[in-house]
C-alpha cells in the first residue's frame, strides 16, 4: 500500500514537472533571424544612436564649411538715417545748427579663394546724403549727393599656413573619424548579438536535448513498469525509473528556465519588449573554411578602421604641429583693390564723371619676444605627433597579434567539431546498443541513464563546439574586413560612399 502511495506522489511529481516544464512554448513565437536581430539592434541601441547624432553633426559642420567656401552674397541696407546737433566752427567761433540725413545700401559677393587662403571681394556701396547748414559761413548751406562706389579687392596673408585649407580638411577628418567610430561599434554590435544569438539558440538546443532525455526515460519507465507488474523486475527498478524520469522532467524545466533567463538578456540587447515572444531561427552547420592566416593580416593592416582612426589622430597631430609653429610668428598680408566712384547732385548725372579709385597696401606682423611661448608649444605638439604614431604602431601589433590568436582558436576548433562529432556517432551507437540490453532485462536503468546522459552531454558539446566555430569565423571577418566563406572583403557601404565623394 506504501509503495504504491510513493508510486503515486512521484508520477504527481512528474505530471506537474512536464506542464512547468512546458508551459511557455505553448505560447505563440515569432522566429527571429540572426540579420534581422541585427537590424532591430541597430535601430533601438542608444550607443548606436549617440554615434549616429554625432556623425550627422560631423556631416553638417562639413557641410557648413563647404558652404562658407562657395561665394557669399550679402546686401546692407540703412533705409534712413536722420541727425540735427549744434556744432561749433573753430576757425569762426560760432555754433551753428547743422541737420542731416541719408539712406543707402551695401551689396558684396565674398570669395575665399582655397588654394592660397585668399579672399576676394566685389563691393558696391550706393547711397544718398542730404545736409544742411545755417551757418553764415557756409559756402553752400544745402547738400543734396548721390554717391556709388564700385570696386573689386583682394587680400592674400603671407608668410604663414593656409588656414582655410587646413580648417577644411580638419573638418573632413573629423567627419571621417565619426564615420569609423559609426562603422567599428555597429561591427562590435554585430558581434555582442551574434553572442547573444547563438546563446539563445544553445539553450533552446539544450533545450530540445533535455526533452529527449525525457523523452527516452519516459520510454524506459514505461518499460520497467509493465515488467514489474508482469513480477519479471523487482520493484527497486521501478523506483529507480521513477528518480530518471522525475530528474529528467527537472532538466527540462531548469533548462525552459535557462532559455528565458537568455532571452530576457537578449531582448534586453536588441531593444525587443520583455513580454515579447520569439524563437531563434538559424541553421547551424558544422562546415569549416579554409583561413589563410598572411592574407588575413595583410588585408587586416590595409583596412581596418582602428588604423584609419590612428592615421587621422596623426594627420591632427601633424596640424597642430603646424598651429603651434604659427605662435607668434612673423606674417603679413597684401591687400589691392581697383573701383569706380561717381557722385553728382543729380541721380541722372552721377555716372557722367567716374572716378578710378586704385589701392594697393602690405602689412607685416613682427613679433620680438614671446618669453619662450612659441617653442613650448611646438614642443608639446611634437610629443603629441610622437604620441599618435607610437599608437598607430601598437594598433598593427595588437591587430596582428589577435588575428594569429583567433586563426589558431579556428583551427583547434575544427579539431574539436571533429572530435564532438565522432564522440556523438560513438555514445548515439553506445545508447541504442545498451537501450537493446535495457529492454532485454541486462542492464539496469540506472546504467542505462549514464549512457543516456553521455549522449545529451556529447550533442550539447558538439553544439557549443559549432557555435564557438562561428563566433570565432564571425570574429575573424570583423578584425580583418574579410569573408572567407565566401572569399570576398567586406567593405561597409558608408566608407565606400565616403571615398567616392572624395
Do not use: C
Not at 556744432?87 to 559677393?109: K, P
Not at 544718398?128 to 583682394?154: G, I, M, W
Amino acid at each position: 500500500m506504501r509503495n504504491r502511495k510513493i508510486h503515486r506522489g512521484y508520477k504527481g511529481f512528474l505530471i506537474s514537472g512536464i506542464l512547468m516544464a512546458t508551459a511557455f512554448t505553448l505560447q505563440a513565437q515569432a522566429l527571429l533571424t540572426m540579420e534581422r536581430a541585427l537590424e532591430i539592434a541597430e535601430n533601438n541601441s542608444p550607443d548606436m544612436k549617440q554615434t549616429e547624432l554625432a556623425l550627422v553633426r560631423s556631416q553638417e559642420r562639413l557641410n557648413a564649411q563647404r558652404a562658407r567656401l562657395k561665394s557669399q552674397f550679402s546686401v546692407t541696407l540703412d533705409p534712413f538715417q536722420y541727425e540735427k546737433t549744434n556744432r561749433f566752427d573753430q576757425q569762426t567761433s560760432e555754433w551753428y545748427l547743422n541737420e542731416s540725413a541719408s539712406s543707402g545700401g551695401t551689396f558684396s559677393i565674398n570669395q575665399r579663394i582655397l588654394p592660397t587662403d585668399g579672399q576676394l571681394m566685389l563691393v558696391n556701396r550706393f547711397s544718398y546724403d542730404y545736409s544742411l547748414t545755417e551757418s553764415a559761413y557756409a559756402a553752400d548751406p544745402l547738400s543734396k549727393t548721390y554717391r556709388n562706389n564700385l570696386y573689386l579687392q583682394f587680400t592674400q596673408p603671407i608668410f604663414t599656413y593656409n588656414r582655410t585649407r587646413m580648417e577644411t580638411e580638419t573638418l573632413e577628418l573629423e567627419y571621417e573619424g565619426s564615420l569609423l567610430r559609426y562603422l567599428i561599434m555597429r561591427l562590435a554590435l554585430e558581434r555582442n548579438v551574434a553572442q547573444q544569438f547563438y546563446a539563445v539558440y544553445s539553450n533552446q538546443m539544450s533545450l530540445d536535448i533535455a526533452k529527449e532525455e525525457l523523452s527516452s526515460n519516459q520510454e524506459s519507465y514505461n518499460i520497467i513498469k509493465n515488467k514489474v507488474e508482469g513480477g519479471l523486475l523487482a520493484l527497486e527498478e521501478l523506483y529507480q525509473a521513477e528518480v530518471n524520469l522525475a530528474t529528467s522532467s527537472s532538466g527540462v524545466f531548469n533548462a525552459e528556465l535557462t532559455l528565458q533567463n537568455s532571452m530576457d538578456q537578449f531582448k534586453v540587447l536588441v531593444g525587443l519588449p520583455l513580454d515579447s515572444s520569439l524563437m531563434i531561427a538559424a541553421e547551424i552547420m558544422a562546415d569549416t573554411v579554409p583561413v589563410n592566416q598572411e592574407l588575413a593580416i595583410t588585408h587586416a593592416l590595409a583596412n581596418r578602421m582602428e588604423l584609419r582612426e590612428r592615421e587621422i589622430e596623426i594627420e591632427n597631430a601633424n596640424f597642430g604641429l603646424i598651429q603651434a609653429k604659427a605662435t607668434n610668428e612673423f606674417a603679413g598680408s597684401i591687400t589691392a583693390s581697383f573701383g569706380v566712384q561717381a557722385y553728382d547732385e543729380a541721380f541722372a548725372q552721377m555716372f557722367n564723371r567716374p572716378t578710378n579709385t586704385p589701392a594697393i597696401g602690405i602689412s607685416f606682423d613682427i613679433p620680438i619676444f614671446d618669453w619662450g611661448e612659441r617653442k613650448s608649444e611646438i614642443k608639446a605638439a611634437e610629443a603629441s605627433l610622437q604620441t599618435s604614431q607610437l599608437q598607430y604602431q601598437v594598433e598593427q601589433t595588437d591587430i596582428e597579434v589577435n588575428i594569429r590568436s583567433v586563426v589558431r582558436s579556428l583551427k583547434n576548433l575544427e579539431n574539436q567539431i571533429q572530435i564532438q562529432q565522432k564522440t556523438v556517432e560513438n555514445a548515439t551507437l553506445a545508447y541504442d546498443i545498451n537501450l537493446e540490453r535495457y529492454r532485454n532485462g541486462d542492464l539496469t536503468s540506472l546504467d542505462l541513464g549514464i549512457y543516456q546522459n553521455q549522449l545529451s552531454e556529447a550533442k550539447m558539446s558538439l553544439t557549443n563546439a559549432i557555435i564557438n566555430y562561428k563566433i570565432e569565423l564571425l570574429n575573424l571577418k570583423i578584425q580583418t574586413l574579410y569573408d572567407f566563406e565566401q572569399q570576398l572583403p567586406i567593405i561597409p557601404e558608408e566608407l565606400l560612399a565616403d571615398e567616392n565623394k572624395k
